[in-house]
Structure formats: C-alpha cells, structure tokens
C-alpha cells in the first residue's frame, strides 16, 4: 500500500533533505508563499516527509488549501499565525503546506478520505496521516481553540498507542483502496436515456423553485450539471425542466453571483438567493459559465444570455490574461487591506464623490444601491432593473440612459483599478483547456475576433511551454 502511494503522488518529485524551520517563503505557489511567514514550520509535500515522518515517529499533518479559498484565509489568521498553535504542530508533527492546484492526486484522494469519514469535505483540507502515509483524522475548517484542543488530543492518544493507530489507518486504507471505481462500461442507447430521465427527476426534486440552483444553503453554479441538463431539455423539451434551467440562469447572472461592473462571475454564494458571494473569482468558473451561457442563448433562444458571456469572456480576455498569453489561476477573495469583498464594494460617500447626480440615480435604480447595505465595507451592485427599465422609470430617453451608464461605468472602474487585489498568477493547463474552449466558441459569435485571438495565444502557451514533446505540464510559474 505505500508503494502504491509512493507511485500516486511522488511521480516526478526530486526528493530533497527536509531542513527546520518554514520553507515556503518564495516559493512559485503564491498560495504557499503567502504561508512562508507563519511561524509553523511548513514543509512541502515531497518524499523526504514520510522518511522524516517514520525516524521521528511522528504524525504528518497536511493541510491543502488555495490562494483564493476564503476559509484558507481564515485559518491562516487564526490558527497557523498563532504562536501557542504553531509549537503544538512545530514540536509534535510535522506540517506540509499543499497547494490543491499543483497536486491533483493528493488533493483528491485526501478529499475522498475526509468525505467518507466525515460525510462531505472542502478546503482548507486538513489530514493528519501515520508514518507510512496513511490518512488517520481529517476535517475542513476549524476555529482556533477547537484545532488547538484537537492537536492536543490526538498526540496525547498518539503517544500512548501509536501501533493501533497506524494498524486502523492502514485498515482504512485497504478499504479505500477495495472501493476504487472500477472502469465504466459503455452503455446502450436505451440505457442512457434512462439514466437521463433519472438525472433530470433528481434535479427537478432537489431544484430551489424560487431561486433556481440546488438546496437551500450556500449555491454554488454547478455547471456540469446544468449543462447536463440543458442537453436533456434540448432532446425532451419538458417545460419543468426549462423553468429550472431559466430561473438558475437568470439569477446567477443578475444577482450577487456576477460582477456588474467588471464582468465575471464570483466562486459561489452563502445563501440559497444567490445575493451574498464569496468574492474569489476562478478561471475554471467563468470558462465554463461562458460556455454555458452562450450554449444555453441558443438552446432557450436568449439572446441576453450571449451577453452574459461575451462580458464574462471579455472578463477574462481582459484581467486574466498573463503576459504568456495563458490566463492566471484565480483572484483573491479579499482585497489587498484584508477586507472580504473590498474591491468589488462602494460606500455611499465613495460614489457620491464619483458621480454626478444623474449617474447616482441611475446606478441606484439598476443596481439597488438604496438604503443600507448588505455588507460593511459598501454595497454590491446587483442587477434590480434592466438599463432600459431605469431609463422609462426614470423617464430618460434609452440613448440618453445609455450614455449616463457609460460614463458611470468608466468612472468606477477607473477608481477600481487603483484598488489592491491579490491573485494566484499561476498558469494552470487544465484550467486554461477549459479557457480554450470557451474563447473558441467566443470565435464564432460575431466580432468575435478578440476571442480567436485570446484563444490562439492560449493555444501556443499549450505547444511552446508546457508540451515538451513527450508530456504536458500541469503548472508553469508567475505571469
């Protein structure tokens, strides 16, 4: 078994002496470098961990997270830039900081650990595993005092019994291993479409028939799943299903999961209303919605659906882009002073400062700037009436309408732009696949050149940096 996680995770590592104190100050990872001045001793995840792990007989405590993760964050402050909790884990386990992003496998199978012992997982993904590499105790999130009594616990029960722990792990992991998914056979014609009618009853019966989306709590896009089911509704046309696909698209565009002002659209919201987001945007995220809006214009013949995408592509064309040609990974969730949502926020006296009366009244009709807001750092413009809606409630002629947007918009961004957000410039191939194949369908809507373009570059980053004639890199460095 530890040969086989040997060969899972260490494929391509050049193991390297473990050396004291925090490694991860500079490292290509913007989300392990922003770790290097924690007074944890972090390690990276190499060979060198376990062989550490087995002469001290010591736990191995790793924790996966990414740049924009917002409860990553959280934990950071709390818990890794704690003193008193940094030489519980300093002096009695060995600590490995794991950007998901760069390592795929172990990210997955960890992930699959802690959902089968704790019934769902999430990030920071946190697992302490034996000497030999086994998974023992994994959790998501945990506030200070709670992981502090927990490292307490389980080294005081390490101690006294270390021989039964790894002999449960290593059981454990025997089973995971029995439980691998076999390869899936083809199936029949007749097979799929009733797999299919399974799919979309499921989805029919866990939809939020107010809101759209699935559940009650956070929503996040789920777009393989709508894109799933947009391709059941372009073959079977059922009329249920079409209201789903409406409503979720609809308010996932209109409300708080997109950036009205900058285009894009955020990672998820924290209420079943799609008004609270967590501010992090992924590239993965836009490219698939992109994707999905224009596919979902044709299929439910919306043409305001391919302006949801061309912005959310023009988004991407614009800001994620590197100076390869390739698109970065993600944008933080807080901005650059620490406040969750900052950039994307405005006070009442920041627009009244930045506007003009007309461009004030407009924004507040569209946007639903009145009264007070959601959030302590300003309000989130959220879509609350068409341009052309405002401008008949306002009585304004559409081009008028038209032109006090524009000059709105443009003042904004401007005072956006000098606004600090981190980001994660990491290049990630799978990521900027899925970019691909976005800006590709870009290419074939009307003037869509800049996509062709956006999409070419991508293309050559592909074949100049990451092929090297025998394999394609998962990662490549700053933009």
Known sequence: MLKLIIALFFIGLLPFPLLAGNQLSGHDSPYLAMHGDDP??????????????????????????????????????????????AKLLNDNFISVKVDRELNPALDAYLIDFVT???????????????????????????PAQKFMALLKNLQSKWQQSPLHYKQAAARAAQDMAGLAAKPELP???????????????????????????????????????LDSLLGAYERNQNSRLKKLLVTTLDNMATQGMRDH???????????????????????????????????????????????????????????????????IASFSAVDGSNVEGGYYLWENETLSKI???????????????????????????????TLNESAKNL?????????????????????????????D??????????????????????GGEKY?????????????????????WRAKGKS
């Open 395 to 423: 009585k304004l002629d559409n081009s008028e309408a038209h032109e006090i947007f524009s000059s709105a918009r443009k003042k904004l961004l401007n005072v956006r732009e000098h606004r600090n957000l981190p980001v």
């Open 116 to 142: 089968r012992t704790r019934g769902s997982a999430g990030w920071p993904l946190n697992v302490f595993l034996t000497p030999e590499g086994h998974p023992l105790v994994g959790m998501t999130y945990l």
């Open 452 to 472: 062709k373009a956006a999409a070419k570059k991508i293309r050559d980053y592909f074949v100049n940096i990451l092929w090297d004639g025998k394999r394609l």
């Open 40 to 85: 944890v001793d972090w390690q990276s995840w190499t060979a060198d961990v376990l062989a550490r792990a087995k002469k001290e007989n010591k736990l191995v405590f790793v924790s996966i997270g990414y740049f924009s993760c917002h409860w990553c964050h959280v934990m950071q402050r709390e818990s890794y830039r704690n003193e008193k909790i």
């Open 261 to 327: 002002l900058g285009g894009g659209f955020y990672r998820y919201t924290v209420d079943p209303g799609w008004q609270t987001p967590h501010f992090e945007k992924m590239l993965y995220d836009n490219a698939l919605l992109a994707h999905l809006y224009l596919r979902a214009s044709k299929i439910l013949k919306r043409p305001d659906y391919e302006l949801v995408a061309r912005e959310t592509l023009d988004f991407m064309v614009s800001e994620m882009a590197g100076s390869s040609g390739a698109m």
């Open 187 to 225: 199936i029949s014609q007749k097979e799929a479409e009733q797999y299919e009618a399974i799919m979309v009853s499921q989805a029919l019966r866990l939809t939020d028939e107010m809101s759209g989306g699935f559940g009650q709590q956070i929503k996040f896009p789920m777009v393989p799943q």
């Open 355 to 385: 506007l003009n009366a007309k461009e004030l009244t407009l924004l507040k009709h569209m946007w639903g700037l009145e009264g007070h807001s959601d959030f302590e750092a300003g309000h989130l413009p959220r879509l609350q009436a």
């Open 425 to 446: 410039d990491k290049y990630l191939a799978a990521w900027n696949g899925l970019a691909l194949v976005a800006l590709v369908e870009g290419a074939k809507l009307e």
